[in-house]
């Protein structure tokens, strides 16, 4: 089956960027997304990207995709100490097929 | 706030007992998934409904069941309850597969069993 890994933890200080990779080993996924998970609640989507596209950016924040190396990362701009929170990549190929989450990265944004 | 709501937010039971953790989705949204995030298992997809059908099974405990009613809320059931099935369980919701598939996750229920 499918198979998402990301590290498990970053630390950045405040206003730098944060750079969260993750790898995936089904080369069907279609659909990429990036959630975020505050302590103590439910998973947030962040954003999203398709397998055809390379990047997106969204505000503070950009996706990049390497299909070749199924790798997908997320960089957020002008880190804050709101964006602590563990983010999770997840993969799917699309259709009624399942989602498959990585196993979250914390980020820890030091003041 | 995502739209999803789950309710109990907190359960405590002891070994052996049977619980339902309920969540009505999004207005509008036809599937329902629930998820099983533990400390040492991370975040494990267990089964989804479409409209009242199961579309997708995961690593479901034979102990547990799930079902979507007509008015699309849906109900996991846990049951003969061991201490390992104590964790955080998240439904999610999302539209009818149009392109993106986005799901939107509920606060979540808080089991723990003593």
């Known amino acids: 089956g499918e198979d998402v890994e990301q590290s498990l933890f970053l630390s950045v200080r405040e206003g730098d960027s944060s750079v969260i990779n993750c790898t995936y080993t089904d080369s069907s996924s279609t659909y990429l997304y990036w959630y975020k998970q505050e302590p103590g609640a439910g998973l947030q989507l962040l954003t999203y990207i398709f397998s055809n596209m390379d990047m997106k950016q969204d505000q503070r924040l950009t996706v990049l995709l390497n299909k070749k190396d199924k790798h997908l990362s997320l960089r957020i701009a002008d880190t804050q100490t709101g964006d602590s929170a563990i983010y999770f990549c997840a993969v799917s190929p699309g259709g009624y097929q399942k989602v498959t989450f990585g196993t979250g990265t914390k980020l820890q944004v030091i003041p | 706030d995502s739209g999803v709501t789950q309710t109990p937010k907190h359960l405590i039971t002891a070994t052996g007992q049977r619980v339902t953790l309920r969540c009505s989705p999004r207005?509008?949204?036809?599937?329902v998934y629930w998820y099983q995030q533990s400390l040492d298992q991370g975040l494990q997809f267990l089964i989804q409904y479409y409209n009242g059908e199961e579309r997708a099974k995961g690593n479901i405990l034979e102990r547990f069941s799930a079902q979507q009613f007509p008015d699309l809320h849906s109900e996991l059931n846990l049951s003969s309850l061991e201490l390992g099935d104590s964790a955080l369980y998240f439904c999610?919701?999302?539209?009818?597969?149009?392109?993106?598939?986005?799901?939107?996750f509920g606060p979540g229920t808080r089991l723990t069993v003593t």
């Open positions: 999610a919701s999302s539209a009818p597969p149009s392109g993106g598939y986005e799901q939107y």
């Open positions: 207005s509008g949204d036809l599937s």
